[in-house]
């Protein structure tokens, strides 16, 4: 599976930006996609996750701003990121997740969102 983010860039406080994440490859077997980010000197960590069932899942500092949802005709993954903050820069990475023997991970390059105050 290979994974392509886009949509990054620089946004003033209380803006809006929407992240895209094109899948390719054996994409029929992903379990969940998400994306997590990592701030400077920081951790990776979960932003946002959804299941094939539709189940998601948000970090709590995200909750009720941004929205991960799925274009399966596309075989893209979005976040839609309303209300941002400057805690919430960072380089952003798309996910997914194949459950078979065992767990694979894959990952996209990365995208940066930088939210000025």
């Known amino acids: 599976v290979q994974l392509q983010a886009c949509g990054g860039g620089l946004v003033q406080a209380g803006g809006s930006l929407k992240l895209s994440c094109a899948a390719s490859g054996t994409v029929s077997l992903i379990n969940s996609v998400g994306w997590y980010r990592q701030a400077p000197g920081k951790q990776r960590d979960l932003v946002a996750t959804?299941?094939?069932?539709?189940?998601?899942n948000y970090a709590d500092s995200v909750k009720g701003r941004f929205t991960i949802s799925r274009d399966n005709a596309k075989n893209t993954v979005l976040l839609q990121m309303n209300s941002l903050k400057p805690e919430d820069t960072a380089v952003y990475y798309c996910n997914a997740v194949r459950i078979g023997i065992r767990r694979s991970d894959f990952w996209g390059q990365g995208t940066q969102v930088t939210v000025s105050s």
């Open positions: 959804l299941t094939t069932d539709g189940e998601t």
